[in-house]
């Protein structure tokens, strides 16, 4: 008997039926005026051309001038490539074309569509599209033209989903009918569980889902916001106009891009604001890796071309010295047109002045000398990235007086911590909940897939530390100095550095470094990088890799002063383009690049999807780190997660990290007047130290007056706590323009506070003279013993991210959550009561000062093995060996030539894999189902039984009954 249920009537009538409703008229196949070797449909386009063009409604013969030149472009597909003939097309329908239809022949341009009222195109939606050897599923079509393609699948069969529908399109249509693509805007693939969007010839990893909630429920229901709100005709019209651009990717290849959902949402709320008026600021917190430079294009383009801003100045201000930013090689590489990246700031100021209606890229600090008001008018659009750091000290409040009127937008691709605060009160609105205009967090990232999970491998360094005879022999050489400088000499040997240096150490890591990237790093195809202590850690762990591996598999990347050593200056001094060249080469998977060193640089901006694993051995907080260990989670091929080896143990910062108080920062945004009058009195504290002084007298004179006002110590130690407290006001406030008229003031003390620090030139003194013979006696008492590497990984996954910012916690917390919940499941367990017993000892151990954070964790992570252990030793031996045998009898059953003779192995194998991903009601939740068939594919793949279709669906049958 035929099923009742197959992909026509159900997965693709329920997305007609939806569409209908939302400005489609549904007109089946065989009543639509074409024929099979048609693209386009003339009928329907010359209507609109006539409707849309008051020069071919004069004259209606011209419509089929323009189609006979748009059917020569759907032919060049042939000969110039599917991306070239549809950038050629999309400027066609984006009105970007003319033709000599004017008075005496005068060029006026061509509308194929009307963008300004949606309600004024013809837009229908039909099914089973007749090409003659193809015959896609559904296809939208706007005044006769195909500019969406959509491929529907069963949703009966577990091992079918969207992605043998878009590789259907990618890999069969694209190939087979490309005239078909080249009006396309973009094409999408559904099983009625999950959807996926891509653009022509996007590899299907790029292929995104579009506002995809938190829905664990499978059924159709689950994919109805998301028809009802991207496959509306205004928001393809607008992806298209707005939110699609042709960059040259790597290699010299034109590429199409189109928008990710939060970009399209992040985009549209800034322009509506923009409109609106009112609120003249916000800020967009996107994590890492989501895009965020390509949202700023996207809001450029559409904010330069909207009619309603009278040719608006869009700034684009990035915050390094620089601008090799991956922002401006976004926009270099996408050709957009009236961009302008300024080089120095006198350029600037002639711009500004000007009043060039432009995009412009510029650094914050071409604002240095921004002292007056540049350009008053209310039209000028400011975006600034990274804010939370690119805020500091002046030059955000020199910018904020230069453009007085402007709109001022804050983009992060962190989130905001307690101590950055004033990123809110700069950038965020009060109508904004939560102080974001728009948010995508680490969760959003992963749910959709924009970015990876983090792994985190922590190897635990032991080393003998001979501290008896170290400070015997260190005493011999201090018994002569001063209390101070034998305290100098104790405190610089007891700093980090000395102990992360040292030579025996440097050299076991680095050999345990190329042993995991030989292991478990190149084999996959991906690349490395270490991170370093320090620029001459950089240096030295190039040294220990040279002796194993050839010299070309590493390099370093760091900067390089004039005060360095000569070698330094000759081997890794590098100009811009050198630089950019290793940039190359590490991105080439067929470069001999495999390993970059380095210790502050790459650790921002650097898009390298090839690398997958980061060797950390340099301690890093807050933005800063999270920036670095993203640097790895970028989708890439076969990449499944992004991989930290840490050697230093920074784990706990990235828990902290991606934590914060919402409640602190929204009184943060309410409370700023408060703050503002806690300024005005510390600063009049701070002046009362210096009465009757003239300030504005220059040079030593004045400055000899103000020290005279600090007469002692005990008034020096009271003036530098009022003028502390001074600072982190002016820090918290900045950049309001309200700190102009305090600005001469504010740096005129902080002059006199640096003239009355106490220098450190003595200490260094001492350090030159016996620093290396103090560091040669610390290396010669110190003893690698062992690099571990039995500690657990920890998977910073979507659901571990939000326990993470649920909790408010770090990592100890998070271990210890996830041993209770598993320890409860056996609470009248004997032996889980004894573990019980022994986590409450060790938190108890470790509150007291008893353990540290890295000790802390190796012995939670231990006792989590003995509980896992315990629970595998729990499981129903019956239902174990049920779920074995019924696998078993399936293979015995399916047996054939290729089979291998060991089922057993397989069996034990599906097993073992499974138990390790599934998770307690896997079977009802997207994420879950695509964990166990991955899991299985790979263990087919593994006896190449990966082909066999009903093989997988009957095993994947079992597993849901069974497991």
């Known amino acids: 008997m035929k099923s009742k249920f197959n992909e026509q009537n159900t997965v693709q009538q329920y997305i007609i039926n939806l569409l209908k409703k939302k400005g489609w008229n549904y007109i089946p196949p065989q009543s639509i005026p074409r024929k099979t070797t048609d693209i386009i449909i003339d009928s329907y386009l010359k209507e609109a051309l006539i409707k849309l063009n008051p020069s071919i409604k004069e004259k209606p013969d011209r419509a089929?001038?323009?189609?006979?030149?748009?059917?020569?472009?759907?032919?060049?597909?042939?000969?110039?490539?599917?991306?070239?003939?549809?950038?050629?097309?999309?400027?066609?329908?984006?009105?970007?074309?003319?033709?000599?239809?004017?008075?005496?022949?005068?060029?006026?341009?061509?509308?194929?569509?009307?963008?300004?009222?949606?309600?004024?195109?013809?837009?229908?939606?039909?099914?089973?599209?007749?090409?003659?050897?193809?015959?896609?599923?559904?296809?939208?079509?706007?005044?006769?033209?195909?500019?969406?393609?959509?491929?529907?699948?069963?949703?009966?069969?577990?091992?079918?989903?969207?992605?043998?529908?878009?590789?259907?399109?990618?890999?069969?249509?694209?190939?087979?009918?490309?005239?078909?693509?080249?009006?396309?805007?973009?094409?999408?693939?559904?099983?009625?569980?999950?959807?996926?969007?891509?653009?022509?010839?996007?590899?299907?990893?790029?292929?995104?889902?579009?506002?995809?909630?938190?829905?664990?429920?499978?059924?159709?229901?689950?994919?109805?916001?998301?028809?009802?709100?991207?496959?509306?005709?205004?928001?393809?019209?607008?992806?298209?106009?707005?939110?699609?651009?042709?960059?040259?990717?790597?290699?010299?290849?034109?590429?199409?891009?189109?928008?990710?959902?939060?970009?399209?949402?992040?985009?549209?709320?800034?322009?509506?604001?923009?409109?609106?008026?009112?609120?003249?600021?916000?800020?967009?917190?996107?994590?890492?890796?989501?895009?965020?430079?390509?949202?700023?294009?996207?809001?450029?383009?559409?904010?330069?071309?909207?009619?309603?801003?009278?040719?608006?100045?869009?700034?684009?201000?990035?915050?390094?010295?620089?601008?090799?930013?991956?922002?401006?090689?976004?926009?270099?590489?996408?050709?957009?047109?009236?961009?302008?990246?300024?080089?120095?700031?006198?350029?600037?100021?002639?711009?500004?002045?000007?009043?060039?209606?432009?995009?412009?890229?510029?650094?914050?600090?071409?604002?240095?000398?921004?002292?007056?008001?540049?350009?008053?008018?209310?039209?000028?659009?400011?975006?600034?990235?990274?804010?939370?750091?690119?805020?500091?000290?002046?030059?955000?409040?020199?910018?904020?007086?230069?453009?007085?009127?402007?709109?001022?937008?804050?983009?992060?691709?962190?989130?905001?911590?307690?101590?950055?605060?004033?990123?809110?009160?700069?950038?965020?609105?009060?109508?904004?909940?939560?102080?974001?205009?728009?948010?995508?967090?680490?969760?959003?990232?992963?749910?959709?897939?924009?970015?990876?999970?983090?792994?985190?491998?922590?190897?635990?360094?032991?080393?003998?530390?001979?501290?008896?005879?170290?400070?015997?022999?260190?005493?011999?050489?201090?018994?002569?100095?001063?209390?101070?400088?034998?305290?100098?000499?104790?405190?610089?040997?007891?700093?980090?550095?000395?102990?992360?240096?040292?030579?025996?150490?440097?050299?076991k890591v680095a050999e345990d470094i190329i042993k995991h990237y030989r292991n478990s790093v190149d084999p996959e195809g991906f690349k490395a990088m270490v991170v370093s202590y320090d620029r001459q850690s950089c240096v030295d762990y190039k040294s220990a890799f040279d002796k194993i591996l050839p010299e070309e598999y590493t390099d370093i990347v760091m900067t390089v002063n004039q005060r360095d050593p000569v070698e330094w200056k000759k081997r890794w001094s590098r100009k811009k383009e050198e630089e950019e060249e290793i940039r190359n080469k590490f991105n080439d998977p067929d470069s001999s690049l495999k390993i970059l060193i380095v210790t502050a640089k790459l650790l921002a901006g650097f898009d390298a999807p090839i690398l997958q694993t980061m060797y950390m051995d340099k301690i890093l907080k807050d933005h800063t780190l999270l920036?670095?260990?993203?640097?790895?989670?970028?989708?890439?091929?076969?990449?499944?997660?992004?991989?930290?080896?840490?050697?230093?143990?920074?784990?706990?910062?990235?828990?902290?990290?991606?934590?914060?108080?919402?409640?602190?920062?929204?009184?943060?945004?309410?409370?700023?007047?408060?703050?503002?009058?806690?300024?005005?009195?510390?600063?009049?504290?701070?002046?009362?130290?210096?009465?009757?002084?003239?300030?504005?007298?220059?040079?030593?004179?004045?400055?000899?007056?103000?020290?005279?006002?600090?007469?002692?110590?005990?008034?020096?130690?009271?003036?530098?706590?009022?003028?502390?407290?001074?600072?982190?006001?002016?820090?918290?406030?900045?950049?309001d323009t309200m700190l102009n008229k305090y600005r001469a003031d504010y740096k005129w003390l902080t002059h006199v506070y640096e003239s009355v620090q106490p220098a450190d030139g003595q200490g260094k003194l001492i350090w030159h003279a016996l620093g290396a013979k103090t560091l040669e006696i610390i290396n010669q008492n110190i003893q690698v013993e062992a690099i571990r590497d039995d500690l657990e990984k920890i998977v910073l996954d979507k659901e571990m991210v939000e326990e993470l910012v649920k909790n408010n916690s770090n990592a100890h917390k998070m271990i210890e959550i996830k041993l209770i919940t598993r320890l409860r499941k056996h609470r009248e367990k004997q032996k889980f009561i004894a573990l019980g017993k022994k986590l409450e000892e060790l938190k108890e151990r470790y509150e007291q000062g008893f353990l540290n954070s890295l000790e802390y964790l190796k012995t939670l992570l231990s006792l989590a093995r003995e509980v896992l252990e315990a629970e595998r030793e729990a499981d129903s031996d019956d239902e174990r060996n049920k779920a074995k045998a019924a696998l078993t009898e399936l293979f015995h059953e399916t047996k054939n030539p290729k089979t291998p003779k060991m089922i057993e192995r397989i069996v034990d194998d599906i097993d073992s894999m499974v138990r390790t991903v599934r998770f307690e009601g896997w079977k009802w939740t997207n994420a879950g189902e695509r964990e166990v068939k991955q899991a299985l594919r790979k263990t087919l793949l593994k006896y190449k039984l990966h082909k066999e279709q009903d093989l997988f669906d009957r095993a994947y049958a079992y597993l849901k009954e069974y497991y």
């Open 627 to 735: 920036q670095a260990v993203c640097r790895t989670n970028r989708p890439y091929r076969d990449k499944t997660h992004g991989l930290i080896v840490d050697y230093i143990g920074i784990f706990d910062n990235i828990a902290k990290t991606l934590t914060y108080n919402e409640e602190n920062i929204r009184d943060a945004i309410n409370n700023f007047s408060l703050v503002r009058n806690t300024f005005y009195e510390s600063m009049d504290r701070c002046l009362r130290y210096f009465p009757h002084i003239n300030r504005t007298i220059p040079g030593y004179e004045g400055l000899i007056a103000a020290q005279e006002c600090l007469p002692d110590n005990e008034t020096r130690d009271e003036f530098a706590a009022d003028y502390s407290i001074l600072s982190k006001l002016w820090e918290a406030i900045s950049p």
């Open 64 to 507: 089929d001038e323009v189609i006979y030149k748009l059917r020569a472009i759907l032919l060049s597909v042939h000969s110039d490539g599917l991306v070239r003939a549809n950038e050629e097309f999309t400027s066609w329908l984006k009105g970007e074309r003319s033709m000599p239809f004017g008075r005496n022949n005068q060029h006026v341009t061509v509308h194929l569509i009307d963008f300004e009222n949606i309600h004024n195109n013809h837009c229908v939606i039909t099914e089973e599209y007749d090409l003659g050897i193809k015959r896609p599923d559904i296809i939208l079509i706007i005044n006769g033209l195909p500019l969406v393609v959509g491929e529907c699948k069963t949703p009966l069969r577990p091992a079918i989903s969207w992605f043998d529908g878009a590789s259907q399109i990618n890999e069969d249509y694209e190939l087979s009918i490309p005239a078909l693509f080249v009006p396309n805007v973009f094409s999408f693939a559904t099983e009625g569980k999950e959807f996926k969007y891509g653009s022509i010839r996007a590899p299907l990893e790029k292929w995104s889902p579009w506002k995809n909630d938190d829905c664990n429920i499978i059924n159709l229901n689950s994919i109805e916001p998301v028809i009802r709100d991207m496959l509306r005709p205004e928001v393809i019209l607008d992806i298209l106009n707005n939110f699609t651009i042709f960059a040259t990717g790597r290699k010299n290849r034109k590429i199409k891009i189109i928008c990710r959902h939060q970009q399209y949402e992040a985009a549209n709320k800034i322009i509506e604001r923009v409109i609106e008026g009112k609120t003249r600021k916000g800020l967009i917190w996107h994590f890492q890796g989501s895009g965020k430079s390509l949202l700023m294009l996207f809001t450029a383009q559409k904010l330069r071309l909207h009619p309603h801003l009278k040719s608006p100045t869009v700034m684009i201000v990035v915050d390094r010295l620089e601008l090799d930013t991956q922002i401006t090689s976004t926009f270099n590489a996408s050709d957009v047109p009236n961009t302008i990246a300024v080089d120095n700031r006198k350029e600037l100021k002639e711009l500004l002045e000007r009043d060039i209606r432009k995009i412009i890229i510029t650094t914050i600090h071409k604002f240095k000398e921004a002292d007056t008001v540049l350009n008053e008018r209310n039209n000028i659009i400011v975006m600034v990235d990274e804010a939370h750091r690119t805020q500091e000290g002046d030059l955000g409040i020199r910018m904020r007086t230069a453009l007085p009127n402007a709109f001022f937008f804050g983009l992060t691709g962190t989130p905001i911590n307690k101590k950055d605060r004033n990123t809110f009160i700069t950038f965020g609105a009060e109508e904004d909940e939560r102080g974001y205009l728009s948010r995508y967090s680490f969760e959003d990232s992963l749910r959709d897939e924009a970015t990876l999970p983090l792994h985190f491998e922590p190897r635990l360094v032991e080393m003998h530390i001979d501290r008896e005879t170290i400070d015997e022999e260190i005493s011999t050489i201090i018994d002569d100095l001063s209390e101070e400088e034998a305290s100098e000499i104790s405190k610089r040997a007891g700093k980090m550095a000395t102990i992360v240096r040292n030579p025996e150490r440097i050299k």
